[in-house]
């Protein structure tokens, strides 16, 4: 990582900075968004197998409100830290911002690993963050969904020991990414890859025609990190024909194959065997360092696992057309500035991977409703949200070019995508100012 940047909050904050620049926003709206609203830091007790109590590091950050309930994931991560989850509950503000939603941003974790824990260890774990956040979360107040190393069953837990302290009575809408049989929604498992898959079909028709038809054949694709992000949206692009992804990796191993991987194959090694086995999955793949995964030469990188994967250090050999962030976080600012410098497009993290957040607000209306929709009613109304709001981002980043840099001090260098998610809603919604009574 940039010595700069060891804060991933301080960097993730240069985003409004400029935003603030850019579109005029009040600098007391500024204020209030550039800090959180409410952070927990809590004692995880967990019983392990051995009979010992160990007591893990838990955190849940909700940065702003202003919208609606808080709405973010939750991580079992070695990495997890106040940090860490502040930076992620930031850009959940504005990822539902940019998508829309009537949510604020959080988020939450657990410093583990859950990899090195036994399945009752880890439903201990889980209810043990579940009770110690269930004074915070609420269908109307704070609602999370998994995140990396969570899944739909982690989810059920947290939401059965929630229920308990609501007199047992059923609260699906406390939580979203749980499992359909507990009132889950259809669509939802794959919703983060689908709704990048959608965004890059709705860009190559609008703005990347290269991805229509690249003048040197099929359009080549890297995905790095290979769990439920990165296995849909490789899948996604593997199944539509016009994309060849030629390269996936995990943390620990990685596969390449310039004639294109079978993406199947590899989710099927993958889960039997815990890694990419370049052996095992055949058809010419051979093994490749992730870390040398991200300096392909594709057409579209797409990050898809962890925050500061390209940063000043390598940011230089990164020789991809153009990036999705598909993981939050995954370029630091001031690699985001190199790649600007170079015309490499980058598409931001709060609009790349906010399918996963758009069917999750999805569920919480069912939850809410009792009313439940058919996966084709889940994936058109995902596939509308994704297009319309890349056409408001968009127009938003052809208004700022418009007004260049008039009263710019020119040190903003080119405008962004980026630049345009968090100017987005900054002149439509005050989030929730009124400049009275604060
Ligand atoms: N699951 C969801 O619905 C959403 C996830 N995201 C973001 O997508 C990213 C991935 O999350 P999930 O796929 O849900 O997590 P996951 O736990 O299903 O998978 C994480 C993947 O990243 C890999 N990984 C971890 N460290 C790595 C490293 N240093 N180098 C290469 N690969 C590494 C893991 O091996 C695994 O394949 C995260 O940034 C997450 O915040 C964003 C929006 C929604
Ligand atoms: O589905 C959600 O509520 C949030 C998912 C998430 O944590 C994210 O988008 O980073």
């Given amino acids: ?73 939750i991580r079992f991560h070695p990495s997890v830290c106040m940090d860490e989850v502040s930076a992620l509950a930031f850009w959940m503000t504005f990822k539902c911002a940019v998508a829309n939603l009537p949510f604020g941003g959080a988020k939450g974790g657990v410093a583990c690993d859950p990899r090195a824990l036994s399945p009752t260890e880890l439903e201990r774990l889980s209810r043990s963050y579940g009770r110690s956040i269930s004074l915070v979360i609420g269908p109307d107040r704070d609602i999370p969904a998994p995140d990396v190393y969570t899944n739909a069953r982690v989810m ?23 499992a359909v049989a507990q009132g889950g929604s259809l669509g939802r498992d794959d919703a983060t ?36 992000a990165g296995q849909h949206i490789a899948r996604f692009l593997h199944l539509d024909g016009k994309f060849r992804v030629v390269a996936v990796c995990d943390s620990r191993s990685g596969v390449y194959c310039a004639a294109g991987l079978d993406i199947d194959r590899c989710i099927e090694v993958k889960s039997d065997q815990g890694i990419l086995d370049a052996a095992r999955i055949g058809g010419g793949a051979t093994s490749i360092e992730p870390a040398a995964l991200l300096l392909l030469d594709v057409h ?5 696992a962890i925050e500061n994967v390209i940063d000043l250090q390598n940011v230089g050999q990164v020789r991809a057309r153009l990036v ?55 994936h058109e109304r995902l596939q509308a949200k994704i297009a319309s709001e890349f056409r408001t ?29 968090y100017c987005a809603r900054a002149t439509t919604d005050r989030c929730g100012y009124s400049g009275n009574g604060w």
């Fill in 393 to 421: 981002l968009v127009q938003v980043l052809k208004t700022i070019r418009e007004r260049g840099h008039a009263g710019l001090d020119g040190s903003l260098g080119t405008l962004t995508f980026r630049d345009a998610a």
């Fill in 1 to 73: 990582m940039d010595a700069e940047t060891d804060s991933k909050l301080k960097d993730a904050l240069k985003n409004l900075d400029r935003a603030g620049k850019i579109a005029g926003i009040d600098p007391e709206v500024l204020a209030l968004l550039s800090n959180p609203k409410e952070a927990l830091t809590t004692s995880v007790p967990v019983r392990l197998d051995t009979g010992k109590l160990q007591i893990f590091r838990g955190y849940r950050v909700r940065w702003s409100d202003a919208r609606g309930p808080t709405k973010g994931g």
């Fill in 193 to 228: 890859g689908r709704g990048a898959y959608y965004l890059i079909k709705e860009m190559a028709s609008r703005t990347h025609r290269e991805l229509l038809a690249p003048a040197d054949g099929l359009v080549t694709v890297a995905v790095h990190g290979f769990g439920n």
């Fill in 324 to 378: 999705v962030e598909v993981a939050n976080g995954p370029v630091t600012m001031d690699a985001d500035r190199e790649l600007a410098k170079r015309s490499i497009d980058v598409i931001p993290d709060i609009l790349a991977n906010a399918g996963g957040v758009i069917v999750s607000y999805f569920e919480w209306v069912q939850s809410r409703t009792g009313n439940w929709w058919s996966a084709e009613q889940v």
């Fill in 156 to 178: 059920g837990w947290i939401m059965e020991e929630y229920e308990l302290t609501q007199g047992g009575t059923r609260q699906p809408a406390v939580i979203t990414g749980k």
């Fill in 300 to 304: 579209l990188l797409i990050p898809a």
